[in-house]
Nanobody, 119 residues
Framework: QVQLVESGGGLVQPGGSLRLSCAAS????????????MAWYRQASGTQRELVAA???????NYADSVKGRFTINRDNAKKMVFLQMNSLEPVDTAVYYC?????????WGQGTQVTVSS
């Protein structure tokens, strides 16, 4: 089994920034970690989970239109971690943010971290 633990969520005012981190542990080595795609999803209350940002094993990134230019995803394969830098946060960014690691039919999820943007 692979465990993913997110951290870095919290309460921030509109226009502020947060950096989310996700650490992988368990049955995944550094060698294996680098071949997985990583992603951040979010789910606001009463809505479906949506993709926020993704990064492939080759380092290619993809962002939801709503966060382009504000959020940045990157990964540290040596530490088996993925990050989401979130700038210019807006109230609509309020949600539980989930880390995901996937390759083919294999997919693991973290437990989520709450991000609340409010004045």
């Amino acid at each position: 089994q692979v465990q993913l633990v997110e951290s870095g969520g919290g309460l921030v005012q509109p226009g502020g920034s947060l950096r989310l981190s996700c650490a992988a542990s368990g049955a995944i080595s550094r060698i294996n970690f680098r071949i997985y795609s990583m992603a951040w999803y979010r789910q606001a209350s009463g809505t479906q989970r949506e993709l926020v940002a993704a990064i492939t094993d080759a380092g290619l990134t993809n962002y939801a239109d709503s966060v382009k230019g504000r959020f940045t995803i990157n990964r540290d394969n040596a530490k088996k971690m993925v990050f989401l830098q979130m700038n210019s946060l807006e109230p609509v960014d309020t949600a539980v943010y989930y880390c995901n690691i996937a390759r083919g039919s294999i997919s693991y999820w973290g437990q989520g971290t709450q991000v609340t943007v409010s004045s």
